[in-house]
């Protein structure tokens, strides 16, 4: 038996129109040969998609362990309405790559989930060099443009999403505040 629908379910997405907002890019300085692309390709990006390109912030740290540091204090400053973080992490001989790539992954997502504004995860961490430069806009494109345009859907995602959480809250607010109405008849059975 088939499941017959009255009304098809709302849905409710990002787009890629990045008019109007405005954003800041934290990267890192270490390993700025990579890096520097990221950056080229997340304004190349936000510039495609409409954004303007003096809307855009760019916020340097030392390095990716930094990442989450700054991530968090440009949120907390205010102003913007997505955050890419970009950086790049490259496997050595030591376990240093995965005491890096780990925390910066981990202190970004919990700067993420803490944010009215949307977080971006744009940080390469490859085994070679090799492996980073692919992914700095040669051959397996560029991952700060893809960065970037995940920035522009979550931002405009969140202001979507916005005027619903408000009618929600009024209304959630609405039915807890009692309303004086006529009043009930008496029926047979009810009290």
């Known amino acids: 038996m088939g499941v017959y629908l009255r009304c098809m ?24 040969l990579i890096v520097e692309p990221l950056i080229a390709g997340a304004l190349d990006a936000i510039v495609r998609s409409g954004g303007e390109a003096d809307a855009v912030t760019i916020v340097r740290c030392p390095g990716a362990w930094e990442l989450p540091q ?21 496997r050595g001989a030591t376990p240093h790559f995965d005491y890096v790539a780990g925390e910066a992954a981990h202190g970004i997502a919990a ?19 090799e492996q980073a430069l692919e992914r700095a806009g040669t051959k397996a494109g560029n991952k700060g443009f893809d960065a970037a345009l995940a920035a522009v859907e ?11 959480h408000r009618t929600a809250a009024a209304a959630a607010t609405a039915t807890l505040t009692p309303v004086a109405g006529p009043a009930r008849k008496r029926g047979r059975g009810v009290p």
């Open 9 to 32: 379910p709302q849905t409710i997405e990002g787009t890629l129109s990045a008019r109007g907002l405005r954003f800041a890019i934290v990267a890192s300085r270490f390993n700025g």
């Open 70 to 90: 700054v991530v968090r204090k440009v949120i907390d400053r205010g102003g913007i309405d997505a955050v890419i973080a970009l950086g790049a992490v490259i």
């Open 154 to 164: 979550l931002a405009t995602l969140f202001r979507a999403l916005a005027p619903a």
């Open 111 to 129: 700067a993420a989930t803490a944010a009215d504004v949307a977080v971006s995860f744009g940080v390469l961490t490859t085994d070679t060099i």
